[in-house]
C-alpha cells in the first residue's frame, strides 16, 4: 500500500465539471469562470492549499451528439458544451502556482505524436516538470465528426494507440543528456551528436523528425489511462503510470483491481497505480450533506443525463424503457464503462434511469456524502479495502465543494497520517511518488 492517499482534482473546462446544471445551483460561480481566468487560478491555489497531487481536465471534443441523433440537448443543458481546450487553461494554472501537477486529456485521434509531445512537453518544461497527459483513444463518435476523421472500431484504436506510444517514446528520448551546449563564446547551442533524428514508418505513423522539445525535470509528462475494458487493461499495463478508473462501488474496484493485476501479470508488467473516482458531498451534518446531494439530484435534466451517458456508452438510448435495468449493449465506446454499469459487481442490477442520474451526477462516479469526519473515514476506509493509490475527485458546486473539502475533510486526513501535510517534491512525477 503506498503511504498516504493520493488526490487529483478531476475538471472539465466547460460549464460543468461532471454535475449537470451545477452552474445554476445558488453561489456557483462556474459560469462565471469560464470566461475569468482568475477564478480558476484561484481553484488552482486552493488545491494547492490542500495538497492535492494535480487537478486533471478531462475533454470531451466535439459534441455529444448520439442521444436521439442530436447536439441539442447537450447544447441545450451545457453538457460539456461548449468544450473549451484543457492546455491552455493550465497554462495559466501553471502561473499561478509551484507544486500543483497539471494533466489534461489529449486525445490519440485527434492530434499527432508531435503534436502532443510539442503542446504537453512546452508545458511541462515551462513548469518545471508539473504536467500529465491523459491518454484517451477517443471513444465519442462527436469527436471524430468535429474533425472529419473515420472513427476506428474499439480494438483498432487502442492497437494504433500503441504504435502512437512508440512514436512518442522515440521523440521523448531523442534529445540525449548533455544535449545543450549552450557555449555563448562558441555561438553553439546543442550537440546534433545528442539530437537523435527518428525514422519512424509504421502501420498507422510516418514520423521523421527530432523531439520539437527539451526534456523536462521529470523528463516527459506523467501519463495516465482511463480505459477499462480488457483491450484498455493492456494498453494500461504497458503504458500507464496512473490508471484512473470509474467503478460504481467497492465491489466493481476491488474486481477492476484484481483484473488490472492480473492483465499486469499476464503482460510481465507491474501494476500500474489506481486512483478511483468519487465524488464528496459534505455537510455540517449528515442530514445537510444529504439534503445538498438531493438538490443535486433534483436539478438534473433527465434529458442532459441521458445525453451524456449515450455519448459515453455510444449507444442512443432514446426511447428505452427507463425503469428497465441497464443491459449490456455492444458498443464501440467505453466497452469498460458499459460493462461497469450493467455488469454490477456485487450488487443489484441498476435501472437505465438510476444509471442516468449517477452519470449526470459525476459520470457514474460514487458519492461520498456526510459530515467531515464521516467523509474522510470512508476515503480512508475505501483505500485501505481497495489498495488504491488514491482518488480523482469530482467537485459539485463550485468553488465552494473544494474550498470545503480543502478546509474541513484535508485536515482529519493529514491528522489520520493519511495524507501528506508537505509536497515530497516539485515535479508532478515526485509528488505522485512515482519513479
Ligand atoms: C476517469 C475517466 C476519465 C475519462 N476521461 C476521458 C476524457 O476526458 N475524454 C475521453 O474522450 N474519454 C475519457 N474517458 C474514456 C476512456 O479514456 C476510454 O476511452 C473509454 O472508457 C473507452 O475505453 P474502454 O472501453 O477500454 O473502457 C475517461 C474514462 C474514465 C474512467
Given at each position: 500500500?503506498?503511504?498516504?492517499?493520493?488526490?487529483?482534482?478531476?475538471?472539465i473546462n466547460s460549464p460543468v465539471n461532471h454535475t449537470l446544471l451545477s452552474w445554476a445551483?445558488?453561489?456557483?460561480?462556474?459560469?462565471?469562470?469560464l470566461?475569468?481566468?482568475?477564478?480558476?487560478?484561484?481553484?488552482?491555489?486552493?488545491?494547492?492549499?490542500?495538497?492535492?497531487?494535480?487537478?486533471?481536465?478531462a475533454d470531451t471534443p466535439g459534441v455529444f451528439d448520439r442521444y436521439r441523433d442530436s447536439h441539442e440537448d447537450a447544447v441545450k443543458y451545457g453538457v460539456c458544451w461548449p468544450c473549451f481546450?484543457?492546455?491552455?487553461?493550465?497554462?495559466?494554472?501553471?502561473?499561478?502556482?509551484?507544486?500543483?501537477?497539471?494533466?489534461?486529456?489529449?486525445?490519440?485521434?485527434?492530434?499527432?505524436?508531435?503534436?502532443?509531445?510539442?503542446?504537453?512537453?512546452?508545458?511541462?518544461?515551462?513548469?518545471?516538470?508539473?504536467?500529465?497527459?491523459?491518454?484517451?483513444?477517443?471513444h465519442l463518435r462527436g469527436e471524430h465528426r468535429a474533425?472529419?476523421?473515420?472513427?476506428?472500431?474499439?480494438?483498432?484504436?487502442?492497437?494504433?494507440?500503441?504504435?502512437?506510444?512508440?512514436?512518442?517514446?522515440?521523440?521523448?528520448?531523442?534529445?540525449?543528456?548533455?544535449?545543450?551546449?549552450?557555449?555563448?563564446?562558441?555561438?553553439?547551442?546543442?550537440?546534433?551528436?545528442?539530437?537523435?533524428?527518428?525514422?519512424?514508418?509504421?502501420?498507422?505513423?510516418?514520423?521523421?523528425?527530432?523531439?520539437?522539445?527539451?526534456?523536462?525535470?521529470?523528463?516527459?509528462?506523467?501519463?495516465?489511462?482511463?480505459?477499462?475494458?480488457?483491450?484498455?487493461?493492456?494498453?494500461?499495463?504497458?503504458?500507464?503510470?496512473?490508471?484512473?478508473?470509474?467503478?460504481?462501488?467497492?465491489?466493481?474496484?476491488?474486481?477492476?483491481?484484481?483484473?488490472?493485476?492480473?492483465?499486469?501479470?499476464?503482460?510481465?508488467?507491474?501494476?500500474?497505480?489506481?486512483?478511483?473516482?468519487?465524488?464528496?458531498?459534505?455537510?455540517?451534518?449528515?442530514?445537510?450533506?444529504?439534503?445538498?446531494?438531493?438538490?443535486?439530484?433534483?436539478?438534473l435534466p433527465i434529458d442532459g443525463c441521458l445525453a451524456r451517458l449515450s455519448g459515453t456508452m455510444g449507444v442512443d438510448f432514446a426511447?428505452?424503457?427507463?425503469?428497465?435495468?441497464?443491459?449490456?449493449?455492444?458498443?464501440?465506446a467505453?466497452?469498460?464503462?458499459?460493462?461497469?454499469?450493467?455488469?454490477?459487481?456485487?450488487?443489484?442490477?441498476?435501472?437505465?434511469?438510476?444509471?442516468a442520474?449517477?452519470w449526470g451526477?459525476?459520470v457514474?462516479?460514487?458519492?461520498?456524502?456526510?459530515?467531515?469526519?464521516?467523509?474522510?473515514?470512508?476515503?480512508?476506509?475505501?483505500?485501505?479495502?481497495?489498495?488504491?493509490?488514491?482518488?480523482?475527485?469530482?467537485?459539485?458546486?463550485?468553488?465552494?465543494?473544494?474550498?470545503?473539502?480543502?478546509?474541513?475533510?484535508?485536515?482529519?486526513?493529514?491528522?489520520?497520517?493519511?495524507?501528506?501535510?508537505?509536497?515530497?517534491?516539485?515535479?508532478?512525477?515526485?509528488?505522485?511518488?512515482?519513479?
Amino acid at each position: 500500500m503506498n503511504k498516504h492517499i493520493h488526490l487529483v482534482s478531476f475538471l472539465i473546462n466547460s460549464p460543468v465539471n461532471h454535475t449537470l446544471l451545477s452552474w445554476a445551483a445558488p453561489g456557483d460561480n462556474r459560469l462565471e469562470a469560464l470566461g475569468e481566468l482568475k477564478l480558476w487560478q484561484d481553484l488552482a491555489r486552493t488545491l494547492e492549499r490542500g495538497k492535492f497531487d494535480g487537478v486533471f481536465f478531462a475533454d470531451t471534443p466535439g459534441v455529444f451528439d448520439r442521444y436521439r441523433d442530436s447536439h441539442e440537448d447537450a447544447v441545450k443543458y451545457g453538457v460539456c458544451w461548449p468544450c473549451f481546450d484543457p492546455v491552455v487553461l493550465l497554462s495559466a494554472l501553471a502561473a499561478a502556482t509551484t507544486h500543483l501537477g497539471l494533466a489534461a486529456t489529449m486525445s490519440t485521434s485527434s492530434y499527432q505524436p508531435w503534436t502532443i509531445v510539442r503542446q504537453l512537453g512546452t508545458l511541462d518544461y515551462l513548469s518545471g516538470g508539473r504536467v500529465g497527459w491523459n491518454i484517451v483513444t477517443g471513444h465519442l463518435r462527436g469527436e471524430h465528426r468535429a474533425l472529419g476523421l473515420h472513427q476506428l472500431d474499439h480494438d483498432r484504436r487502442y492497437d494504433r494507440a500503441d504504435e502512437y506510444m512508440e512514436v512518442c517514446y522515440k521523440l521523448w528520448n531523442s534529445v540525449k543528456p548533455g544535449a545543450v551546449v549552450a557555449d555563448r563564446e562558441a555561438g553553439i547551442y546543442a550537440d546534433p551528436d545528442k539530437v537523435e533524428f527518428i525514422d519512424h514508418q509504421g502501420e498507422f505513423f510516418s514520423c521523421q523528425t527530432v523531439s520539437p522539445v527539451l526534456p523536462s525535470p521529470q523528463g516527459h509528462p506523467v501519463l495516465f489511462q482511463a480505459g477499462s475494458s480488457g483491450r484498455g487493461q493492456q494498453f494500461a499495463v504497458s503504458h500507464a503510470d496512473v490508471v484512473f478508473s470509474i467503478q460504481p462501488n467497492v465491489a466493481g474496484m476491488k474486481r477492476f483491481m484484481t483484473d488490472l493485476a492480473q492483465a499486469a501479470r499476464t503482460a510481465g508488467k507491474t501494476t500500474p497505480a489506481v486512483s478511483f473516482g468519487v465524488q464528496p458531498i459534505v455537510g455540517g451534518t449528515e442530514e445537510e450533506a444529504r439534503r445538498k446531494l438531493q438538490d443535486l439530484v433534483e436539478r438534473l435534466p433527465i434529458d442532459g443525463c441521458l445525453a451524456r451517458l449515450s455519448g459515453t456508452m455510444g449507444v442512443d438510448f432514446a426511447g428505452m424503457d427507463l425503469d428497465q435495468p441497464l443491459a449490456e449493449i455492444e458498443t464501440q465506446a467505453s466497452q469498460g464503462l458499459m460493462k461497469a454499469f450493467s455488469n454490477i459487481a456485487g450488487d443489484k442490477p441498476l435501472t437505465l434511469r438510476e444509471v442516468a442520474i449517477r452519470w449526470g451526477l459525476a459520470v457514474g462516479k460514487p458519492q461520498i456524502v456526510g459530515t467531515p469526519e464521516q467523509v474522510a473515514d470512508r476515503l480512508e476506509q475505501i483505500w485501505r479495502e481497495t489498495g488504491c493509490y488514491g482518488y480523482n475527485m469530482t467537485p459539485t458546486v463550485m468553488a465552494s465543494s473544494v474550498e470545503d473539502f480543502v478546509d474541513q475533510v484535508v485536515p482529519i486526513l493529514q491528522q489520520k497520517g493519511v495524507y501528506r501535510t508537505e509536497y515530497e517534491g516539485t515535479t508532478f512525477r515526485a509528488n505522485l511518488g512515482l519513479n
